[in-house]
């Protein structure tokens, strides 16, 4: 069992005040700077009472935003009764600590909330032992640093010892922070270890699969791939309006009429900045997206950031070395978009696109339509004659080959089958006489 705790987060909810420090050169949504942490935090279980917005030109060293600011935010916290701060930015273990002193809550950054958001999230052993070794690397030495200064600081009941066990502190927890750092390190190889073997089992799978055509929803998170997985199979998979509702890879025959089926995965979202090192822990969730004929991108065309959002999933795919893998667009929500004219925007820059509803099931026809074409490039039919005997043959084609006619007369079969490009090479070397339809 992995040692993840999940406490239970509406008993204490946390009160948060969350900021975004801008800098030069960082990309932000103009109409609302603060709308995907506002989102994250409240994912995580906080009731965001506070925001604020810090304009710099550079970082401050100790403190990121400076005396004055940090001071300002220090009483924004006790108007408020605010028991956690947010930052959008990343900040190092000193910055965390020194604000902790100026400010008297806990703080917290970006990464953490998403780290945090995967603890509770979590579900298979897989993402359970993923998530546990990314914060015992990653909010380990943090964690530890804000627990022996929050432990100074709570000699009263101050509402920062209030705090401590919510956002952030979910995951190894207290237990964990206590014991020696060896046990702590002994811990990170077998996880490591383990994951490694979840891993190999996980490759084992996707490659005996193949002969089939598979394909990957991948986009942004909270996009709509867990809709879209449902609307076209009977996975009946976890939907919500959270960020990271999908932590876990599913996998389901998605049919497509006429005899034709494909395979379909559904996969953890992504987001901008995520933390390099928790795309590399979950790269074995990815896993079917690197092993995918088609990678079905899902943007949430109703979204202001769509544009933004859809940059972010290409820096992931490039990350993971699969940007140049076939793709199919699928621009979802439509049934969200008011204003027209962001459909024909998006209609000009993505010519190839297809506009969806997975919610309605709008154009729904359209992209299995899309789809079966794109898998008749990759696939040939095929007429043949044999001989029933014929082991090899009758094995391969039951391996590689779907069959869609069999007509028998005596010992020899007249068959129609379907297969991918690839095999056909090898059919052809123990059975030449192969007509292509
Ligand atoms: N209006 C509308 N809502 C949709 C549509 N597709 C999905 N949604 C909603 O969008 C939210 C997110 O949907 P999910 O399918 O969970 O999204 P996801 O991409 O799997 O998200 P994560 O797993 O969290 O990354 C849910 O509230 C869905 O009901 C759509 O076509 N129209
Ligand atoms: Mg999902």
Redesign the pocket.
Known sequence: MSELINTQRDIQQERALIISVILPKREIDIHDPLGELRSLARTAGAKVVDEMIAKRTRVHPGLYVGTGKAQEIADRVVQNDVTTVIFDNDLSPGQIRDLEKVIGCKVLDRSEVILDIFAANARTNEARLQVELAQLEYTYPRLRNMWTHLERMAGGASSAAAAVGGIGTRGPGEKQLEIDRRLVQRRVSQLKERILEVDGRKQRMVSSRQDEFRVC?V????????????LFTDAG???????????DTRTRRWKLGDGQSVLLS?T???ISDLPHHLVASFRATLEEAIGADLLLH?A?A?HERVLHQMEAVNEVLDEMGIAEKSRLLLL?????IQDPSVRVVLAGKYPDAIF?????G?NADKVVAALSQRMSGQHVTVELNADVTNGRLMQFLARYAQMSNQAYEGRSVKMTATLKQRYLDELRQFHPAVEIL
């Open positions: 929803l986009g942004y998170t909270n996009a709509g791939k867990s809709t879209v997985m449902n998979v976890f939907v919500a309006d959270k960020l990271f509702a999908t932590l559904d953890v979202g992504f899902v949430d109703s979802n929500k439509i049934d969200r969806l509803s997975a919610a309605t709008e």
